[in-house]
């Protein structure tokens, strides 16, 4: 139960910009918007935490930004993704073009058609919407609306090469050598209902749309990758009810002159990795000069790099690859080659908090990864990066930021190192250092020893507070749940600690980036683990002085709605809560959701219906009778995730037993809202409860919420 973008939710992408670091060097970048503010150049306000009037408002958050993603070098060209709140949440696919008379404050330029969404919804989850071949006229991108691949035109249109209807969806593809095949992941939607949802390898033929069936017999597919030599298919595959951080295989197939092969049985293809049924196989990808074929496991304990026929790992390493949250989207790469005669692996990796260059020689068949090097912030990269894309003369191109930078797209030079230069940025607000609270990672002990966190403290330099011995503290459960958060700059924290509040982000056991037997605590175990973490932060926090014990309060969205409905019903620590498209009834969603998680449960609670009462023992709805404390719920009328009975029925439970609380249903929505309206008043909702709940009087643009029960 991820939250449903590029990256993370939109809220947590977000990013509304700052003064950046002194190691970058931004060019050609439209003024932004100043919301500078000195405490030295003006008396403070002694005022309560939590009334503190910021700039940071839900307006700025959105009007002044979008949500970048989908980094790809072409021909020269540098292509992405922009996420755009302020027109219903589409993604448009942009080209940067810094010369260009038309182009955007993001130095680009739109190349797809005015009202298009390249958006695909496999595994509703999405990712790899776009399929890039050598230049720009041979581009195609899954249609949103229709589901359909459209081919792009040079003159801002664009065709589409697939039948119509609304029966497949397609993602994650690559385009051979010759221009005339694509080779994707294809979801059946004949029988709608998740279990008859077919899934499958196949190949299109771009001029008559014909399709063939290359991998199938299993129940997920992704990351189909093409040879150099365009004779093997590579591709992962996995069964129910595994999920991709869970066990997956890696087979590789052999394609005929004619784009077919001789068995479509995935059993009958060769099978490269995962063959012990334990390990989490992903991210194949093959070198470009060698044709040997590299993915990444966790069979070490860790995420790491492997040369199929090589073991142990090239690069065995305590630290995962691959990315914060590999798995829920497609198309996610955590290392890649420079190309022409080059040749040397790249990788990211993240260490203490920040993000870690890796480049290695890997010429050498039977050995391990030679001259390694590693790269980081005194080299003039960002805090934290990822989605390298390799370009020419040793340039890379990647997404980054930092606590106190926005996400933006950089490019930094290998040989020449120095600055590295934002090509365009999220953002085109400014606000003042003394607004932005810069967060401090924790550990702190809970039942299974040690978690982790990040401690945002509250930070305006118009404000102080004498009279409160210590802040509200707003918990933040992250999605997946095996998933994990970050330091990135998050404009839905800023509005927070801008405010007064502090906010601790967890990650509990079962994230993502610390290994192997840290995310699999989850495992039987959700609804324990996760909420005795978040629990044990905020208590922690008192303890260290850093919260008030009467005023802590937690929030999440998807999973980590479900993480917040059980702290509040299983526990006595938070005073009150927000669930965002959470889940209440764990019974209603291993019945009723889509069939990338329908099997999900098992894994995390237990075989359903087998084991029915242990499901009803963990879900927040059926212990109404221990929650007292005012929860917000708010939900997309159209998610197909987390459906909105599950907020529905919470809801109708909380009103019986006259526990103040408040249901909010966005027309439009699904799984992680996308519409720059909705997002606001998500947020201003939330502030407006707490606000009522805590008696935090004269919060300054406050807006009216009614509470029922209150």
């Not at 949103?144 to 691949?149: D, E, I």
């Not at 029915?612 to 159209?638: A, H």
Request: with cysteine; aromatic share 10%; net charge negative.
């Amino acid at each position: 139960m991820q939250r449903t973008t590029l990256i993370t939710s939109l809220l947590t992408t977000l990013s509304t910009a700052f003064t950046p670091q002194r190691s970058l060097t931004r060019i050609g970048t439209t003024a932004r918007r100043s919301f500078a503010q000195s405490s030295s150049a003006m008396t403070m306000i002694d005022k309560p935490y939590g009334a503190w009037e910021s700039p940071i408002t839900s307006k700025a958050i959105t009007a002044g930004s979008v949500r970048l993603g989908g980094v790809h070098y072409c021909n020269g060209n540098i292509y992405w993704l922009e996420g755009r709140p302020q027109e219903g949440g589409r993604n448009v696919l942009c080209r940067h073009a810094p010369d260009d008379p038309d182009k955007s404050e993001r130095n680009g330029v739109d190349i797809a058609p005015k009202e298009s969404n390249a958006r695909t919804r496999v595994h509703e989850y999405g990712g790899a919407a776009v399929v890039f071949g050598k230049d720009e006229s041979e581009i195609y991108y899954s249609e949103f609306t229709t589901q359909r691949l459209c081919h792009l035109l040079g003159d801002g249109t664009s065709s589409p090469i697939t039948p119509e209807g609304d029966r497949f969806r397609y993602a994650d593809g690559v385009l051979s050598k010759d221009g005339e095949v694509i080779y994707c992941v294809r979801e059946d939607h004949e029988k709608p209902e998740p279990k008859n949802v077919v899934n499958e390898v196949v190949s299109i033929n771009v001029k008559d749309g014909t399709m063939e069936v290359l991998a199938t017999g299993n129940d997920f597919y992704a990351a189909p990758r093409l040879s150099p030599d365009g004779k093997k298919l590579a591709y992962i595959t996995w069964n129910h009810p595994n999920m991709p951080w869970d066990a997956t295989e890696l087979r590789v197939t052999t394609i005929d002159s004619s784009s077919s092969c001789s068995s479509n049985k995935s059993s009958d293809h060769e099978l490269i990795a995962g063959e012990d049924g334990d390990s989490s196989i992903i991210q194949p990808a093959w070198h470009p000069q060698t044709d040997e074929l590299y993915y990444i496991s966790d069979q070490s304990g860790y995420y790491n790099i492997y040369r199929a026929g090589f073991e142990p790992s090239i690069l065995p390493m305590e630290y995962d690859f691959g990315g914060s949250s590999p798995g829920w989207a497609l198309g996610q790469q955590g290392f890649c080659f420079l190309p022409d005669d080059d040749g040397r692996l790249v990788a990211q990796y993240s260490k203490d908090g920040s993000s870690v260059l890796l480049v290695a020689n890997v010429s050498q068949k039977d050995a391990a990864a030679e001259d390694v090097q590693e790269f980081g912030g005194k080299d003039g990269l960002p805090m934290m990066f990822g989605g390298v894309n390799p370009g020419a003369n040793n340039d890379l191109y990647f997404l980054g930021g930092s606590p106190s930078t926005p996400g933006s797209i950089y490019k930094w030079n290998l040989d020449s190192k120095g600055p590295a230069t934002i090509l365009a940025c999220s953002s085109n607000q400014s606000f003042s250092e003394e607004l932005i609270s810069v967060p401090k990672k924790i550990e702190f002990p809970t039942t299974l020893g040690t978690a982790f966190g990040y401690y945002y403290a509250p930070k305006n330099g118009g404000y102080t507070c004498t009279t409160d011995k210590a802040p509200p503290l707003l918990v933040k459960a992250h999605g997946g749940p095996t998933g994990c958060t970050g330091a990135s700059y998050n404009a839905g924290i800023q509005y927070w600690t801008s405010r007064g509040f502090a906010v601790l982000d967890v990650d509990y056991g079962g994230s993502t980036g610390y290994g192997r037997d840290y995310r699999r605590r989850l495992r039987k175990s959700w609804g324990i683990v996760d909420i005795d973490d978040v629990c044990a932060g905020a208590k922690f926090l008192v303890k260290e002085g850093l919260a008030d014990e009467e005023r802590l309060c937690i929030d999440g969205g998807s999973a980590g709605g479900y993480t917040t409905l059980g702290a509040l019903a299983f526990k006595d620590v938070f005073k009150a809560g927000t669930s965002l498209y959470g889940v209440g009834d764990l019974t209603a969603l291993a019945g009723d959701t889509h069939k990338f998680e329908s099997r999900y449960l098992d894994g995390l609670v237990g075989v359903y219906p087998e084991e029915e009462e242990l499901y009803k023992k963990r879900s927040p709805i059926e212990s109404v009778d221990t929650l007292s404390c005012p929860i917000l719920l708010l939900q997309g009328v159209e998610d197909k995730v987390v459906p909105p009975n599950q907020a529905e029925m919470m809801h109708e439970a909380l009103l019986k037993k006259g526990i103040p609380t408040c249901l909010k249903l966005y027309e439009g929505e699904q799984h992680g809202f996308r519409k720059a309206e909705n997002i606001e008043d998500a947020l201003d909702s939330e502030l407006a409860f707490y606000g009522k709940v805590f008696e935090i009087n004269d919060i300054p643009g406050a807006i009216d919420l009614k509470i029922d029960n209150m």
